[in-house]
């Protein structure tokens, strides 16, 4: 089944610089990759995804690159601000019939002002 | 629009003991899926339902049950709890379009095991 390994397992920055998250995925045909974003003791949000036709996108402060080839994606936040720390989850899955996502195990970021 | 909703938020059970967690949405979605994260992990799919009255294994299904009689709740049960099913546990509701699959989630239940 799907693998999905993601990367670093903690991540600081200050405030104002960017922050990139890499996560590589084992299953060549999952199709469909989004990101959560986790704040303490809170559910998960999703913040950006991306499709297999697609190379890259954008949404703001934050954007997401796909490699399909080496099987890897990427998250980036620009302008970090200290509300952008929290735990990001990368995700993969094969849309079909029920979307199953498989799970990074996360990167906590600390933004420090 | 309450969203994802789950009952209850916390709770405790000593081992061999039975629960059901209830996890409700009022918007429509045909899929539904239960998550449980633990600390150092993401989530992992238990259990998923694309549509009323069926339900289909995840990733770590064992000794978790489910059933989804009406198309806006999907139960879970632990019908003998043990200790490695201390977890958080995350209902997430979704469309069937392809379009619009955003997974939308529940506030989680903290469930801990004696």
């Known amino acids: 089944g799907e693998n999905v390994e993601q990367h670093p397992s903690t991540l600081s920055v200050q405030e104002g610089d960017s922050a990139v998250i890499k996560c590589t995925y084992s299953d060549s045909a999952s199709n469909y990759f989004p990101w959560y974003k986790q704040e303490l003791g809170k559910r998960p949000q999703l913040i950006i995804d991306i499709r297999s036709n697609v190379g890259e996108k954008k949404d703001q402060r934050i954007a997401v690159t796909l490699n399909k080839t080496a099987k890897h994606f990427s998250l980036h936040i620009t302008e970090t601000q200290p509300e952008d720390s929290a735990v990001y989850f990368c995700?993969?899955?094969?849309?079909?019939?029920?979307?199953?996502?498989?799970f990074g195990a996360g990167t906590i970021l600390r933004v420090k002002s | 629009n309450a969203g994802v909703t789950q009952t209850p938020k916390f709770r405790v059970l000593k081992t061999g003991q039975s629960m059901t967690l209830l996890c409700a949405q009022d918007?429509?979605?045909?899929?539904m899926y239960w998550y449980r994260q633990d600390p150092g992990m993401g989530l992992r799919l238990i259990h998923y339902?694309?549509?009323?009255?069926?339900?289909a294994k995840g990733e770590v299904p064992d000794g978790y049950n489910v059933s989804r009689l009406k198309k806006q709740n999907f139960l879970l049960g632990l019908e003998s709890a043990a200790p490695s099913q201390t977890s958080v546990y995350f209902c997430?509701?979704?469309?069937?379009?392809?379009?619009?699959?955003?997974?939308?989630f529940g506030p989680g239940t903290r469930l801990t095991v004696t």
């Open positions: 918007m429509n979605h045909e899929y």
């Open positions: 997430a509701s979704s469309y069937s379009s392809r379009e619009r699959d955003e997974q939308y």
């Open positions: 339902s694309v549509g009323e009255g069926t339900t």
């Open positions: 995700a993969a899955s094969i849309w079909e019939y029920g979307n199953k996502l498989v």
